[in-house]
């Protein structure tokens, strides 16, 4: 604000003035802060982002405190997971400034389509495919545990296999599988109907199947190639 000074002035000979003048003082704001990021988060779940603190106004020298785990004291603080962050500045009158900054967190590798073919008939003939990946910075590398390192893992058994895709930035990620065993097939019901009379060719076996994977193959003892069958004499089928 401005304030007003009034001096009195006398000498010996009885002379006197009045003299009045305006002081103005200015408000010093103390001192501010801004915040930026230097270095971005390189992975998800990482701690290796950095920020920055620039001071202005106020009395040099300033002094920095953050409210990261280290409570560190520098204008720039590295080693910050994701999270919100602040600091505070002062400057050599004790006047401060803060100011926050957000370090984001960069989302994990997925997988974005692939496919899997079941193991047949307790057999090591399995295949499961990565097709896409996404959220993560190409090329990428695989290793399975089944030792494979492609997009593909083959000549697998049923069973649970993990792979682990790192991308161009050292990110990981782990997914584990599971690779089913194509249930072999089974009779699991049959309907036979006797031949009416003895020497007669009107007997018929009529069965039911489960399990297999796609379109399924038949072969009767007696030639014929159909899931069931009829014109049958008397005998034994298989």
Same mark, same amino acid.
């Given at each position: ?41 390189? %992975? ?13 106004? !106020? $009395?040099? =020298? &300033? /002094? @920095?405190? *953050? ?53 047949? %008939? ?13 959220? !993560? $910075?190409? =090329? &990428? /590398? @695989?290793? *399975? ?68 994977? !796609?379109?399924?193959? &038949? ?20």
């Amino acid at each position: 604000g401005t304030y007003l000074v009034t001096a009195n002035i006398s000498n010996a000979c009885g002379n006197s003035a009045v003299y009045t003048y305006p002081i103005t003082v200015i408000n010093g704001g103390g001192a501010s802060v801004s915040t930026s990021l230097v270095d971005s988060l390189t %992975c998800n779940g990482g701690s290796d982002a950095s920020a920055t603190a620039t001071a202005a106004g !106020g $009395t040099l =020298p &300033y /002094t @920095y405190l *953050w409210d990261d785990p280290g409570n560190s004291s520098a204008d720039t603080v590295s080693g910050l997971a994701a999270g919100t962050y602040s600091v505070t500045v002062s400057d050599n009158l004790g006047c401060t400034g803060s100011e926050s900054i957000t370090i984001a967190e960069p989302p994990r590798i997925t997988i974005g389509s692939g496919s899997i073919v079941p193991a047949g %008939c307790a057999t090591a003939n399995g295949t499961i495919s990565i097709f896409s990946l996404s959220d !993560g $910075t190409a =090329p &990428y /590398t @695989y290793q *399975w545990t089944s030792g494979s390192t492609d997009s593909i893992a083959d000549n697998l058994a049923s069973g649970t296999y993990t792979v682990t895709v790192s991308d161009a930035n050292g990110c990981t990620m782990d997914s584990s599988i599971t690779l089913s065993d194509s249930s072999s097939v089974a009779i699991t019901n049959s309907s036979i109907i006797n031949t009416t009379c003895n020497g007669g060719f009107d007997g018929s076996i009529d069965i039911t199947v489960s399990g297999g994977i !796609g379109i399924l193959s &038949y072969q009767w003892s007696n030639g014929d190639t159909i899931e069931d069958i009829s014109g049958l004499k008397e005998g034994t089928y298989t």
